[in-house]
């Protein structure tokens, strides 16, 4: 039976951040960024995650496909995959492993993929502290949609983080995919079973993964605008211990992608390697209406057809770029009906037919 402690609410008298003028600041960043941009997480940490799909399917290509990930994730090299195509997927798993196995094994994966990734990026010689800080700037950096950081209230420091999207179902699944990442983060920098004396959720009803993270002594606060946890000062301030053997390799941090139309291309751009997508398609993709689509497009003074034109330009310049791939096989990786449509296509933006583009850049190297 899950904790009496697990039950309380936290009332706008008691518990984590309840002053109103933090709630207001919440909601006008809230304001300010919704729409800035398309969600994205970095594909480095999604490809290894989908390929755990294994654990208890052998054939992952249909819940990719119904999740509205790319099928080449797991075979090439992108930069990113929309926020909305990985919570899909989140909840596919739910749906399919039930409440409390997609809990333990969401558990498992935090604990060998997600959290040893992040290790790679930040420093680790130092304070427990140090590294969570390091780490809301890592997060905060590679992502625009959530963001995390310490912060001190009501006499305890508290590890927040505070996501923008609100879709109850979304937000639910996202919620403890991040709970499990923070509290196997400080359980990573700290080797110990650590328990946090308070939880913070944006969840408004009990959650029941929080007995697979073995979190049975927090204070719980439920309906919250923040999910967060309290840390002691004697964690923060303890040095980072790591599992004997552990050898850090670093790895580059990158900086999302800041303005609306960037992101979109960043988004679609794993689709379109197989041929251009039609409007409808890429909206659903990304969780929007057409119309949405449409509008923010035509505020930033491009049509979507415009938008596509310029991630195939690119695509095209760095497929010409490898003598490798021929002419033909570029012009039906874009989508184009035959040669001649791409070639004019392609010297309408570049003022250079797709040879004479490939010379230039022969005799430039």
């Known amino acids: 039976m899950q904790s009496k402690r697990h039950a309380k609410k936290l009332t706008s008298s008691t518990g984590v951040m309840s ?29 290894p995650f989908v390929a755990r799909l294994k654990d ?22 992108h930069d990113y995959v929309s926020e909305q195509a990985v919570l899909n997927l989140l909840k596919l798993i ?16 935090a604990r060998t993929i997600f959290v ?40 305890k420091v508290w590890f927040v983080r505070h996501r923008l999207k ?26 110990a079973q650590w328990q946090p004396a308070d939880i913070a959720l944006q969840s408004a009803t009990e959650v029941d993964y929080l007995n697979v993270l073995k979190l049975n002594q927090p204070l719980v606060f439920y309906g919250r605008q923040v999910t967060a946890l309290s840390i002691s000062d004697s964690v923060l301030a303890g ?25 979109l291309q960043f988004a679609l751009l794993p689709y379109l390697s197989l041929g ?22 035509s505020e930033e003074g491009m049509s979507y057809r415009q938008m596509v034109d310029g991630i195939c330009f690119k695509q095209a310049k760095e497929m010409l770029s490898d003598g490798a791939i021929s002419v033909t096989q570029i012009s039906a ?33």
Do not use: C
């Open 94 to 109: 739910s749906a399919k492993l039930g409440s409390k196995r997609f809990s333990e094994w969401l558990f498992q994966v």
């Open 239 to 263: 040095k980072v211990k790591l599992k004997n053997g552990w050898q850090q390799v670093m790895s580059p941090v990158v900086e999302g992608p800041k303005g609306f139309v960037e992101s």
């Open 166 to 191: 609100n879709d109850p179902i979304e937000s639910s699944v996202a919620e403890q995919f991040a709970l499990t990442m923070m509290v196997e983060l400080v359980r990573s920098l700290t080797q």
């Open 19 to 47: 002053s109103n003028k933090v709630e207001t600041s919440i909601a006008a960043v809230d304001a300010g960024l919704e729409g800035a941009f398309i969600p994205l997480l970095r594909a480095e940490y999604i490809a």
């Open 333 to 365: 990786t874009l989508g184009y009906s035959d040669v001649a449509h791409f070639s004019r296509a392609f010297k309408r933006m570049s003022g250079h037919s797709p040879r004479v583009f490939r010379q230039n850049i022969s005799i430039d190297q």
């Open 56 to 77: 208890f399917d052998n054939n992952v290509y249909p819940l990719i496909e119904q999740a509205g990930l790319p099928a080449s994730l797991l075979t090439s090299n």
């Open 276 to 297: 251009r997508i039609p409007v409808t398609t890429a909206a659903d993709l990304l969780g929007l209406s057409v119309r949405t689509l449409q509008r923010r497009l």
């Open 116 to 155: 040893p990734q992040h290790l790679a990026k930040i420093t680790l010689n130092g304070t427990v502290k140090q590294a969570i800080v390091d780490f809301t700037h890592v997060v905060n950096l590679e992502s625009k949609q959530t963001n995390v950081h310490l912060k001190t209230g009501l006499g």
